[in-house]
């Protein structure tokens, strides 16, 4: 059964860093884009980043660009997403997931996480 499973998650203050991991179990790792997408309360949940299989071609909400780096280790069957200046509107759950396409839209995405909260205080 293909797992996803999130971790590093956690109340930062607003400026900090934080670094999510995705680690992948009973997946073909290296034939899937991943994304990360966050859902805040009471919002609809948003992309974030996606990166291809290789990790050549990223992609970003405009809300983290320059800010949010997403970056995979085939080897490891992880992708993660680096997070700094964080600010209070990141403020979510944050999910990754797996696409057989390179994608920002969260319909493509087969196989999710069960999420890790981000909160940012100011």
């Known amino acids: 059964q293909v797992q996803l499973v999130e971790s590093g998650g956690g109340l930062v203050q607003a400026g900090a860093s934080l670094r999510l991991s995705c680690v992948t179990s009973e997946l073909t790792f290296n034939k899937y884009a991943m994304g990360w997408f966050r859902q805040a309360p009471g919002k609809e949940r948003e992309v974030v980043a996606a990166?291809?299989?290789?990790?050549?071609?990223?992609n970003y909400a405009d809300a983290v660009k320059g800010r949010f780096t997403v970056g995979r280790d085939n080897a490891r069957d992880t992708v993660y997403l680096q997070m700094n200046n964080l600010k209070p509107e990141d403020t979510a759950v944050y999910y990754c997931a797996a696409s057989m396409v390179t994608t920002r839209e969260q319909s493509q995405y087969t196989y999710w996480g069960q999420g890790t909260q981000v909160t940012v205080s100011s």
């Open positions: 990166v291809n299989w290789s990790g050549r071609v990223t």
